[in-house]
């Protein structure tokens, strides 16, 4: 007579798929091999030894009657072997790898969710402290926050909620997990896509970006619509845009927008912002440049340990040197 294996999985079958999101033919694959596996074991019991390979279990959907077959040279179905009293054990074995193989195709679902949204951000709460990763409920899965990818101007606090840059899925001791981050510059990208219509619009587009998490980002922006402001569309209304982004960037980061121009010499003006009036002595071959700077528009020019040229020649690509005009002009005179 055939096993009856426990009620509970034949009336959970649908409910376990639905809420998992696990397909029902994946549930019953997954019974089956365990119940192969509760055979061996319950011969291994009564003194013989089975070989796995020779047999396969056969379960009823609607009904759950469970059933051990030892399989034909063709791997075809044959001659029933379900041992008289071997339900209970049938169950037990089942239930503890089903435990096992559902968890398993439950993360397999959410990786492959997850692999689907690389790039893209999504909001999420600080769960707990694992040196010296930070591990992040973003809904569906726990994603792990390494210390390269934390904003290292932020103090994170358990259930703090922001939003994470989708960065990739590795691979790890624990299997694979998702990675976020709060430094990656594309998380900038990500939230001006998010607070500018006109990005959805393919209206504005971000042609170059740099960024020092927690210090500065400079961005160049361009108009592909004619009597749009790229750099106005994305500042907003009384700079409502901007200041969105740098809010959820933790409120001190800076944010520099500049409109982007074939213009070497003019981008690199541009991306010396908020320093003003300067004069770029650019040279094409080299792609280098000097960038005269008034004397009292200097320390703006450098920023902070060199933050503001050092993000001006990343966002540009371009070496720049930083000189005094009038420094500059009167040894120019001089000479």
Partial sequence: ??????????????????????????????????????????????????????????????????????????????????????????AQTAAQVLRQKIREAEKKAVIEDFSQRIGTIASGMILRFDTPNVIVDIGRAEAVMPPQEQNPGEQYRLNQRLTFYIKEIRDSARGQEVVVSRADEKLVVELFRREVPEFASNAVEIKLIAREAGGRTKLAVISTQSGVDPVGACVGQKGVRVQAVINELGGSEKVDI?????????????????????????????KSAIALVPDDQLSLAIGRDGQNVRLAAKVTGWKIDIKGKNEYHQKDTSA
Avoid: C, H, W
């Fill in 1 to 90: 007579m055939p096993a009856q294996v426990r009620s509970e999985f034949s009336l959970a079958l649908n409910q376990v798929a639905a809420e998992r999101n696990i397909p029902v033919e994946a549930i019953i694959a997954t019974i089956e091999e365990a119940l192969v596996m509760a055979y061996r074991k319950d011969r291994a019991l009564a003194g013989e030894m089975v070989d796995v390979e020779q047999f396969l279990a056969k379960v009823d959907p609607d009904s759950g009657e469970a059933s051990i077959f030892r399989k034909k040279a063709n791997g075809s179905v044959g001659e029933n072997v379900t041992p008289a009293g071997f339900g209970r054990i049938a």
């Fill in 258 to 286: 500049i409109q982007y121009t074939d213009d070497a010499a003019a981008l690199i003006a541009a991306a010396l912002a908020p320093a003003k009036d300067i004069e770029v002595i650019a040279n094409q071959e080299e």
